[in-house]
Structure formats: structure tokens, C-alpha cells
């Protein structure tokens, strides 16, 4: 940081780790921005109260961090996100998916079943249910994306949905261009959110997520619509009203049943599969 001469540094987190950077650079950069919060004085130039209730998801949120820097320039917003692979890299994913046994006439899904929190998924009944409807209705290919521990995990679910040959765990990506390379080779994303499913959206994928209690779709689910979709127990108990009702996180995660996902969740595949052939 003292070898660099920045010009602005926006502190999208900002928490004491993060302000070292600030701290470090406080003498040489005119520009110290970061998130409004108890602590921060005299280490950033800027603090931006981005959180406040009603500032919108989190892309409007970041967003909003460069405000400060109207002073200096026009600010010319976008509320969209992209990421990009080259064609190069994605044709020779396309390839390793072919030889591991992918057919990409049929519909290629890539999911999360599980997730490094494991108290943040849907419980494993819920999922082997939906994902053995999906299959079912679409004949479609579930390539399971896992990480660490997620593995065995990812691998007991394909045995105990009886080792279908439409689940896929052969297909991994160790790292994140390998991940963002595979999910451009997908026609679709399900599971639970987190970070592959933004890396999906942000691909352009179409992508179905299951959000579980506290983690706002109106905050991690930007441009949602057609194309980008997902559930949460707030859809069908306001979430004032889960907390003032005492709720416990089970009885919360146990308003997504299966037959209210399904619900959703058939429609939207159906929508964005709509090019390729289905089995109903």
C-alpha cells in the first residue's frame, strides 16, 4: 500500500481488517471510501451510509459507494453485473463435460445441493425431491458442484437418489475460473444460494436459488424476473412477522416445502429450458 500511489480506494466491507488499507494509504489518497458504520473516523475520507433500510440489494448498495466521487467526475451507474470466460477456455470445458458424458442436446443443470454451511440448505429430503422432479419432468443432467467437505456430501445425495445416471459428481471445478467456465456450459442453475449461483447470474445463466431465513432475496437477488429467480421463507411469511412470532430458524427453513418450490420452480425451468425438449 506505501509502494503504490492509489488514487481512490472504495472499502466495499469495511471492517478492521479491511481499513488497513485506508489507513495505510491515508496520506496519499484523496479518496477513502467505505460503509458508514460506528468506526472509521479519521481513516476514511468518505463514509457512505449505503445500508440504511430501503437502499435496495446489494448492487445498488455497492453502487452507492461511488457517490463521493461525483465531485470529481460524472457517474454513469449500471445495476447490471458480468462476468466473462474466453471462448477458448469455455470450449475446452465443453469438451471435458462431453467426454465425462454430457449430452448437450438434453437440458444441463448445474446445482448445489449443499453448501459450506450446512444449517443454511435445504434439508436433504426437500432436495433429492425436487431434484429427482426435475429430472423427471425434463430428463435433464444435474451436475453437482461441490467444495471440501461439501464432496462426500454431494456424494452420499447421489447415492441415496439411487446412483441415477442423470447426477453427475465427475465434473468438478477446483477453481473459480474452472467454476465460471462450467456454469457458462450450463443451461440452467438450482440449489441453494451462495456464490455459485451468483457467478451463474452473472454469466447470464438462467438460475433458480433457494434462500434461506435471514439471507434477504431483496438484498443477494438483483434483476430478479424471468430469467433470474428464487425462494424464500419471506415470500410466504412476511419476516417482521416470522421474528415476532418467535420463530426458530427450523420452523422458518420448513415454509419452503417442496410442493411450494416446485410450484415456482417447474414454471421458470420450463420458461428458459423452453428451446430445448422436455420429457411431459
Not at 87 to 103: A, N, S, V
Not at 217 to 242: C, H, M, T
Not at 261 to 271: V, Y
Request: hydrophobic content about 35%.
Amino acid at each position: 500500500m506505501h509502494d503504490t500511489r492509489y488514487d481512490v480506494i472504495i472499502d466495499m466491507r469495511t471492517t478492521v481488517k479491511t481499513l488497513w488499507f485506508s489507513l495505510f494509504s491515508r496520506s496519499r489518497t484523496p479518496y477513502r471510501i467505505g460503509i458508514k458504520k460506528g468506526y472509521g473516523w479519521g481513516i476514511l475520507s468518505h463514509r457512505v451510509d449505503n445500508h440504511a433500510k430501503g437502499t435496495g440489494n446489494r448492487l445498488v448498495q455497492n453502487n452507492m459507494l461511488m457517490n463521493p466521487l461525483a465531485e470529481i467526475a460524472e457517474l454513469k451507474k449500471s445495476n447490471d453485473f458480468r462476468l466473462y470466460v474466453e471462448e477458448e477456455r469455455k470450449q475446452q470445458f465443453h469438451q471435458l463435460m462431453e467426454e465425462k458424458g454430457i449430452d448437450f442436446t438434453r437440458p444441463v443443470i448445474l446445482a448445489t445441493p449443499t453448501a459450506r454451511l450446512e444449517y443454511k440448505v435445504l434439508p436433504a429430503e426437500s432436495m433429492k425431491e425436487i431434484l429427482h422432479k426435475i429430472i423427471g419432468t425434463f430428463d435433464a443432467q444435474i451436475i453437482f458442484n461441490f467444495a471440501g467437505k461439501e464432496r462426500d456430501i454431494a456424494l452420499r445425495y447421489q447415492h441415496e437418489m439411487g446412483d441415477d445416471p442423470h447426477i453427475f459428481t465427475n465434473i468438478e471445478a477446483p477453481s473459480l475460473p474452472d467454476l465460471c467456465a462450467l456454469a457458462s456450459n450450463c443451461h440452467y442453475f438450482f440449489g441453494n444460494e451462495g456464490g455459485p449461483r451468483h457467478i451463474a447470474q452473472a454469466l447470464n445463466v438462467p438460475s433458480f436459488a433457494i434462500f434461506p431465513p435471514n439471507i434477504k432475496k431483496s438484498v443477494w437477488l438483483p434483476n430478479e424476473g424471468e430469467r433470474f429467480a428464487g425462494i424464500s421463507p419471506d415470500d410466504f411469511v412476511p419476516y417482521e412477522e416470522q421474528i415476532s412470532q418467535k420463530m426458530s430458524y427450523t420452523e422458518r427453513m420448513a415454509l419452503l416445502t417442496p410442493e411450494r418450490i416446485w410450484k415456482q420452480l417447474e414454471p421458470h425451468l420450463r420458461g428458459n429450458l423452453s428451446e430445448l425438449k422436455s420429457k411431459s
